[in-house]
């Protein structure tokens, strides 16, 4: 059973998103890497929310190859390459994620290896 940490005795989360989560003793973890907003048909749409669709796609692929789901996320690292990214990124991610949500952390970076690439998930889960 995972635990949500989020103490009343700091800020409340700015998000959908949790300060920190206890993950019990003898869980098992996948810990993916980071995926883009690229399909398997090598296409890369031009919106950030229809990248990050694709990429918490791809990230409940490989979960599903490990036996777990998106539900046990326990944090997420996702990184975007502009100010303007963030609001569509935060979007999906809000509609996947129910509270208590994971723990999370949203980077703004230069860029990443192909320039049309605008979204980055990394994500650790455990069940």
Request: aromatic letters at 6%; charged letters at 20%; hydrophobic letters at 45%.
């Amino acid at each position: 059973m995972l635990r949500h940490l989020k103490p009343e005795t700091i800020r409340p989360p700015f998000a959908r998103y949790s300060h920190g989560v206890e993950v019990p003793a003898g869980s098992r973890l996948v810990l993916t890497s980071g995926q883009l907003g690229i399909a398997a048909d090598q296409s890369v749409p031009d919106d950030a929310g229809a990248q990050a669709e694709l990429c918490f796609s791809n990230i409940a692929a490989i979960l599903a190859e490990g036996g777990m789901t998106l539900d046990n996320i326990v944090r997420i690292n996702a990184y975007v390459t502009d100010r303007a990214h963030m609001r569509p990124y935060m979007d999906v991610r809000d509609r996947l994620f129910a509270d208590p949500a994971p723990a999370s952390t949203l980077m703004i970076v230069s860029g990443f290896t192909r320039e049309e690439f605008k979204v980055e998930i990394e994500v650790l889960a455990a069940g």
